[in-house]
């Protein structure tokens, strides 16, 4: 079976939401595949000790920081060529907080995956789920979607809901969305990785086994 | 318990006024059905259960206003105090939602704030959402804006086209509008801001 390289890319290890463990134990599980490898994680900011400490003996951390380059691509340069050595086929954003540019996104055309914390086209952006709470909605959830050159607009490939609680605090429907989001992360992946999802237009399909 | 005075407004076939009915909601008088269509279906499911029923056709007036003056005329001796859009297609302005503030709820065919306005399901399936639905809010001046009561999810498979979905949605939204009909006449939802809570 054909391995995928897949590289996540994060900006917030959950850690100031206390959720700091979630995304470990979804790539983690993730690590399960048989169609998958995941070499590596690259963040844009250097994670908490305690985390690097987790993900260190399962992948390769590399740290590039925005803040050191004076442009968007300088940046991103410095990321693909960061990766080159890993022979990527998937790129995955868990929470990774840059807008990525065509240049990007052109050098791993159709291999941009994002999660999103909300259900498209509800509440793209940031801070979808005070955004959520704020408009006041019964449902939300989270989006994986391919990543194209807008924001949050690329066609979703899995969604799931989320029911909002009138006791609910950003925390708490944080904790419910993330749990799905290790879900269908985990899911995402297993169908790029075995060659099952179709993209027509806007729509993604899955092929069956 | 006292009931209260409902109006229900039409424009079509009437299928969530059915729904309306057969829900026989104890908290709830159905007092009239307004329709803007004289030929509504709607209108002869409301006879037949005897509910009065009030036709206002807006092709007969020059101005939005002057549309909903008369409705808010033909209302007066109904003593109303819910008003309930079930496919009604005219949009109300800020003169008459002031006149029923907080006490018009809207069903629209998606989950808001996504597709709001016309043809949501084909919306969706454009889009390539996964999940869709049902959200029944309270209306305000603004299109599908209002704060949500109660949404309700709708599966997309990719088999689905705007027939099949449709058909989805309806569903829902027949086993949910009699229910926030229900909680209204009870008095049991409350408005702070946007976001409505259920006693």
Redesign the interface.
């Known amino acids: 079976m054909k391995i995928t390289n897949v590289a996540m890319f994060v900006s917030d290890s959950g850690c100031n939401t206390n959720l700091g463990h979630l995304l470990p134990v979804g790539v983690l599980a993730a690590m399960r595949l048989k169609s998958a490898k995941f070499p590596v994680m690259l963040t844009n900011k250097p994670f908490p000790y305690l985390f690097e400490k987790i993900i260190n003996p399962f992948m390769t951390i590399e740290v590039v920081d925005h803040t050191e380059f004076d442009t968007r691509e300088a940046f991103e340069a410095e990321i693909i060529r960061r990766l080159e050595k890993y022979d990527i086929g998937l790129v995955v954003l868990a929470g990774f907080h840059r807008i990525l540019s065509p240049y990007f996104l052109n050098h791993f055309k159709d291999k941009v995956i994002n999660i999103h914390p909300g259900l498209l086209p509800s509440f793209p952006g940031i801070n979808a789920t005070q955004q959520a709470l704020d408009y006041g909605v019964k449902i939300t959830g989270c989006t994986a979607h391919f990543v194209d050159e807008g924001v949050d607009t690329g066609p979703i490939i899995l969604q799931a809901t989320v029911p909002v609680k009138e006791n609910d605090s950003v925390h708490s429907l944080l904790r419910k969305i993330f749990r799905e989001e290790i879900r269908i992360i985990f899911k995402v992946i297993e169908l790029f990785c075995e060659g099952r999802l179709c993209v027509s237009g806007r729509k993604v399909t899955i092929k069956s086994n | 318990m006292s009931k209260k005075n409902v109006a229900v407004f039409v424009s079509g076939s009437g299928t969530n006024l059915q729904a309306i009915i057969d829900a026989n909601i104890e908290a709830a008088n159905l007092s009239v059905v307004l329709s803007n269509k004289p030929d509504a279906y709607a209108l002869d499911r409301a006879l037949k259960h005897e509910i009065p029923v009030e036709v206002v056709d807006h092709k007969e007036f020059n101005s939005r206003e002057a549309f909903e003056a008369e409705i808010l005329e033909r209302l007066k001796k109904y003593n109303i105090e819910l008003v309930v859009l079930a496919g009604f297609m005219r949009i109300l302005t800020s003169f008459f939602v002031s006149h029923y503030k907080e006490r018009i709820i809207n069903l629209h065919p998606a989950?808001?704030?996504?597709?709001p306005g016309v043809q949501s399901a084909k919306q969706a399936l454009?889009?390539?959402?996964?999940?869709t639905?049902v959200t029944v809010h309270f209306v305000d001046d603004g299109v599908d804006t209002g704060?949500?009561?109660?949404?309700?999810?709708v599966p997309i498979d990719?088999t689905d086209t705007e027939d099949t979905l449709l058909k989805k949605i309806h569903d829902e939204e027949h086993r949910i509008f009699p229910r926030v009909v229900k909680l209204f006449c009870e008095d049991r939802l409350t408005i702070s801001?946007?976001?409505?809570?259920?006693k």
């Open positions: 989950l808001l704030p996504s597709f454009d889009y390539g959402v996964k999940f639905g704060p949500i009561i109660l949404q309700s999810v990719d801001g946007r976001i409505v809570s259920t």
